[in-house]
């Protein structure tokens, strides 16, 4: 265990690394950010990061990286085809993952867009714990429709449950029933689960979730980018697992699943994904498209650099005081927001500390997007970037309706070994200001809406002036602070 007790009895997560390189921030007064906001028509994927002074807004692909990864990039073989950086990468992943055949591709989503073109025909379902983004758009793209089947505890925010990305069996059973099992294309089980807080999945909830499947021919897809966090909380939430390597509870994991897929951004520490699997006639109705899309099947629109990171990056991956520490932050802010009164996503999950917008905001109608709205409001506060997780990620239905997401989410991302304590103490100030403050942070509407994927380049503005009595009140607490 990496945990160190104070003599104190504090409980602190301990950086069990040292910094070696750094890049410099700037923090813009209030005004400045309240304009830069303005300029990014509310959307935090809109700033510049000129403009951000701690990025929270994801995980992916600005984890830190480690001295060996970094050096690893200066070996790698930049042949197009047959280069030993993909013979290295290949080999780690069937060692680590128990699989034998891996195809390469460019981040998560391009693997998710390959396995909805080959495995998804129009009119399928694809249960799964809870959609991601990206895999749903992909799905519906092609014709298939999505079932999510978390158990109903998993969607309450504050609760001591270990496992809230659990899929719920009866659930599962009712959906093949109903559906009939020629029409499900896959199962898709999500470990860890983003959108419900960075939720994880317990090992023995996919291994009877993978036991239905099987029993009704059905493959199942496990989405392992998230598996970083999910291994951590496996080995220290799920008593059957305390004994375990993380190398075996990997091997466990992956036992349980036909296909695994994951995005490198996230599991590895470097930039890429790729797809791995045993069933051979699963890789090769999949091969075609890898150099159709993404580049040739020794790459996969990779850079060799970053796959030989990669390489070590997974290897790091098993190494639990390396995983430990994105957790041991996510549930620290967690708990230093408690105590300031915000309402947070309990148990921490990973990936990143989630904030209940819609209690926060209780006073926001759910159409006028409480989580973005509070988006605006931490970055006006104090440049610090996060990301709206729900009902402004959401698709619209064909119809046009828009459905109210089951939470409302505002996601602040602690990309791993990247941010000090003093760093998440300062968000956390910032975070309990606004929450004295909550009565003054109104809705936001959409000024330009896109069709898909709404969230990520849609514009909105606020309604009323609450943005400009914010920033009064900011001056009149807390003076000439930037
Ligand atoms: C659970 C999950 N699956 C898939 C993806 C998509 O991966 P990428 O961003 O590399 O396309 C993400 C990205 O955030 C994710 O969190």
New binding site residues.
């Given amino acids: 265990m990496s945990e160190v007790k104070l003599f104190s009895g504090e409980k602190l997560p301990l950086e069990m690394h040292k910094v070696r390189v750094v890049q410099k921030l700037n923090l813009l007064p209030v005004e400045s950010r309240q304009k830069a906001m303005a300029a990014a028509g509310n959307n935090t994927f809109l700033l510049r990061n000129e403009d951000v002074f701690l990025d929270m807004l ?4 600005v984890n830190a990286m480690s001295d060996q990864a970094v050096a690893a990039m200066m070996v790698a073989d930049d042949s197009y085809a047959g280069s030993a950086t993909y013979y290295r990468l290949e080999s780690k992943i069937c060692e680590l993952f128990g699989t034998q055949y891996f195809l390469p591709a ?7 867009s390959i396995l909805a073109e080959t495995f998804v025909k129009p009119g399928n379902v694809v249960p799964m714990n809870f959609h ?4 749903k758009a992909h799905i519906t793209r092609v014709g298939g429709r999505v079932e999510e089947l978390v158990s109903d505890a998993g969607l309450i925010p504050e609760s001591d449950l270990p496992f809230k990305g659990n899929i719920d069996l009866d659930k599962l059973r009712e959906c093949i029933a109903r559906n009939g099992s020629e029409n499900i294309a896959f199962v898709r089980i ?1 470990a ?4 419900i807080g960075g939720q994880p999945v317990s090992l023995e909830n996919m291994t009877q979730t993978a036991q239905i499947a099987r029993e009704n021919g059905i493959p199942v897809v496990l ?1 392992a ?2 598996l970083q966090d999910n291994l951590h909380f496996i080995k220290t939430r799920e008593a059957a697992c305390k004994g375990m390597t993380i190398r075996e509870i990997t091997r466990a994991v992956c036992a349980n699943a036909d296909i695994i ?6 599991l590895g520490f470097a ?3 790729g797809i791995a699997m045993n069933n051979r006639e699963y890789y090769e109705r999949m091969k075609g498209l890898i150099p159709l899309f993404e580049g040739f099947l020794t790459y996969g629109g990779m850079s060799v650099r970053e796959m030989e990171a990669m390489t070590v990056g997974l290897e790091e991956t098993m190494d639990e005081t390396v995983i430990s520490q994105g957790p041991q932050f996510i549930e620290f802010m967690a708990t230093e927001l408690q105590k300031r009164g915000v309402p947070v996503v309990t148990p921490a999950g990973g ?1 990143g500390c989630h904030i209940n917008a819609r209690k926060f905001l209780s006073h926001v109608d759910a159409h006028e997007y409480p989580a973005a709205a509070l988006a605006s409001a931490v970055y006006i506060a104090g440049g610090v970037r996060g990301m709206e997780r729900e009902t402004l990620s959401e698709q619209r239905e064909p119809d046009g309706t828009e459905p109210i997401a089951s939470m409302e989410l505002l996601r602040l991302a602690l990309p791993r070994r990247v941010f000090t304590m003093s760093q998440v103490l300062y968000a956390v100030d910032r975070i309990g200001w606004l929450y004295e403050n909550r009565h003054l942070i109104g809705g936001l509407n959409f000024v330009e809406e896109p069709a898909t994927l709404r969230f990520f380049f849609g514009r909105l503005e606020p309604i009323g002036d609450w943005q400009e009595q914010l920033v009064a009140k900011f001056r009149k607490d807390i003076g000439d602070s930037l």
């Fill in positions: 994801t995980d992916s692909g460019h981040q998560g989503r391009a693997c998710e991601f983004t990206t895999a999500e860890g689960t983003n959108l989405d980018s998230l897929y994951f995005s490198a951004r996230k930039r890429g994904g990936l």
